[in-house]
């Protein structure tokens, strides 16, 4: 069997949002691993799964508002999640959370979440997620509805649980999500997440006390209705994946669905925002 690897190099202007834009819509097709460079994004996938008119039918190559180059180069496959643990460090979120991987030594840490390191986002590394962990430490969650809309390897879901929450939604579009959310929920032992591999229009019918949602900036903005229509009265949402100066664009839309902004954390220009409802 051919094992070998294409890698795609985009070049895209402007990179932001252009960047995070692609990525969340190559990851609907068969590319599993990303890696940003300055002008955009190397994207690889399995030579047999590569199909090129799947490729030419992404939104964002017919968009008048970005400009779009890309080379492809034919590699050795290797084993990424092996490379990547040559790096991979604990995160410590302060005072009383860590995010360690199964290789590492086990802590006393009140809160220890083990995300297996493979490809799908949400380590602990990245600005967003820690912005987010962060406040979900401050949070009371006892006996709180939760949904955790594009999970990824499920880390927020995972700490929902082990701080008291009633019950979590986790969905992921993302097949790969799916399947990294579905081993670190087991490897964590977690006994009150429920996971959906379906998009979050699947949901509604449901009511939550807070929505988490930690995806690129578009995809949140057309996800603003589904999380209206899925939230209680008073009900919070906790948003994160784009900048601080989208603040003021994003309370601004949610607005418009009776969301008010509380406040927001910040961190090398990453924010984290969290809304309540009126």
Same mark, same amino acid.
């Given at each position: 069997?051919?094992?070998? !690897?294409?890698?795609?190099?985009?070049? !895209?202007?402007?990179? *932001?949002? +252009?960047?995070?834009?692609?990525?969340? $819509?190559?990851?609907?097709?068969?590319?599993?691993?990303? $890696? #940003?460079?300055?002008? +955009?994004?190397?994207?690889?996938?399995?030579?047999?799964?590569?199909? #090129?008119?799947?490729?030419?039918?992404?939104?964002?190559?017919?968009?008048n508002e970005f400009q779009i180059k890309y080379e492809i180069e034919s590699i050795?496959?290797?084993?990424? @999640?092996?490379?990547?643990?040559? @790096?991979? *460090?604990?995160?410590?979120?302060? &005072?009383?959370?860590?995010?360690?991987?199964? /290789?590492?030594?086990?802590? $006393?840490? #009140?809160?220890?979440?083990?995300?297996? &390191?493979?490809?799908?986002?949400?380590? +602990?590394?990245?600005?967003?997620?820690?912005? !987010?962990?962060?406040?979900?430490?401050?949070?009371?969650?006892? @006996? *709180?509805?939760?949904?955790?809309? +594009?999970?990824?390897?499920?880390?927020?879901?995972?700490?929902?649980?082990?701080?008291?929450?009633?019950?979590?939604?986790?969905?992921?579009?993302?097949?790969?999500?799916?399947?990294?959310?579905?081993?670190?929920?087991?490897?964590?032992?977690?006994?009150?997440?429920?996971?959906? @591999?379906? &998009?979050? %229009?699947?949901?509604?019918?449901?009511?939550?006390?807070?929505?988490?949602?930690?995806?690129?900036?578009?995809?949140?903005?057309?996800? /603003?209705?589904? /999380?209206?229509?899925?939230?209680?009265?008073?009900?919070?949402?906790?948003?994160?994946?784009?900048? %601080?100066?989208?603040?003021?664009?994003?309370?601004?839309?949610?607005?418009?669905?009776?969301?008010?902004?509380?406040?927001? *954390?910040?961190?090398?220009?990453?924010?984290?925002?969290?809304?309540?409802?009126?």
């Amino acid at each position: 069997m051919n094992d070998d !690897i294409l890698r795609f190099t985009f070049s !895209i202007s402007p990179t *932001k949002p +252009g960047t995070e834009i692609l990525i969340a $819509e190559l990851s609907q097709l068969n590319f599993d691993v990303f $890696e #940003e460079i300055n002008s +955009g994004v190397n994207a690889y996938i399995k030579k047999t799964l590569f199909d #090129e008119t799947e490729l030419k039918k992404v939104k964002i190559f017919n968009s008048n508002e970005f400009q779009i180059k890309y080379e492809i180069e034919s590699i050795k496959n290797v084993n990424w @999640n092996k490379k990547w643990e040559q @790096n991979y *460090k604990p995160v410590l979120i302060y &005072p009383n959370c860590i995010i360690r991987a199964p /290789f590492h030594k086990k802590t $006393e840490f #009140e809160y220890e979440i083990v995300i297996k &390191p493979e490809m799908s986002f949400g380590t +602990g590394h990245h600005e967003t997620t820690r912005l !987010i962990i962060e406040y979900l430490l401050e949070m009371n969650l006892n @006996n *709180k509805s939760i949904c955790d809309v +594009g999970c990824g390897t499920g880390i927020l879901s995972i700490l929902c649980d082990k701080k008291g929450a009633k019950s979590v939604d986790a969905i992921d579009i993302n097949r790969n999500a799916f399947q990294s959310s579905k081993e670190n929920i087991k490897i964590n032992k977690c006994q009150n997440i429920n996971l959906f @591999n379906t &998009p979050p %229009e699947s949901l509604i019918g449901n009511y939550y006390d807070l929505i988490i949602s930690n995806i690129t900036l578009n995809t949140l903005m057309n996800n /603003f209705k589904n /999380f209206s229509l899925i939230s209680k009265k008073q009900s919070k949402i906790l948003l994160s994946g784009f900048y %601080e100066s989208d603040v003021e664009m994003v309370a601004n839309r949610l607005m418009l669905y009776d969301y008010n902004l509380v406040n927001y *954390k910040t961190k090398n220009k990453w924010v984290s925002t969290l809304f309540q409802k009126y």
